[in-house]
C-alpha cells in the first residue's frame, strides 16, 4: 500500500484547508485510518483517526475544529481543518493500520500545513 497525502499549504489563523490521503492496492475498506502531525524534534501524534467501521476519534485540540472522513470508493481519507491555529503548523502524515486483518501497517510522506497569525 502507498499513500499519497497532499493539501497542506499556507493559511492564515481562522482559514481552512482539506487534507487528502490516497491510498493505492487493494482493501482499503479493511484498513483503519489515521492522520499524524509531527513538529521539527517531536513525536508525532494522533490528530484524528477513522476505523474501517467508521468511527472517528479525534485529538482534544481539534475537536469541533476538524473533520475526518473517508471515501470507500476512491481509497481516499479527507481531514477537514476549520478554524485553524498557528499551534496546527506541522508535517501532517497519512497512516493506514491493517495489522488487525493481517494486512500490515503503513505511512504516506506528509504534508506541510502552516497557519500564519
Known amino acids: 500500500v502507498q499513500l499519497q497525502a497532499s493539501g497542506g499549504g499556507l493559511a492564515q489563523a481562522g482559514g481552512s484547508l482539506r487534507l487528502s490521503c490516497v491510498a493505492s492496492?487493494?482493501?482499503?475498506?479493511?484498513?483503519?485510518m489515521g492522520w499524524y502531525l509531527q513538529s521539527p524534534g517531536k513525536q508525532r501524534d494522533l490528530v484524528a483517526s477513522i476505523s474501517r467501521h467508521g468511527n472517528t476519534v479525534y485529538a482534544d485540540s481539534v475537536k469541533g475544529r476538524f473533520t475526518i472522513s473517508r471515501d470507500n470508493d476512491k481509497n481516499t481519507i479527507y481531514l477537514q481543518m476549520n478554524n485553524l491555529k498557528p499551534e496546527d503548523s506541522a508535517k501532517y502524515y497519512c497512516n493506514a493500520n491493517g495489522l488487525d486483518s493481517g494486512l500490515g501497517h503503513y505511512w504516506g510522506q506528509g504534508t506541510l500545513v502552516t497557519v500564519s497569525s
Open positions: 492496492g487493494s482493501h482499503f475498506a479493511s484498513f483503519d
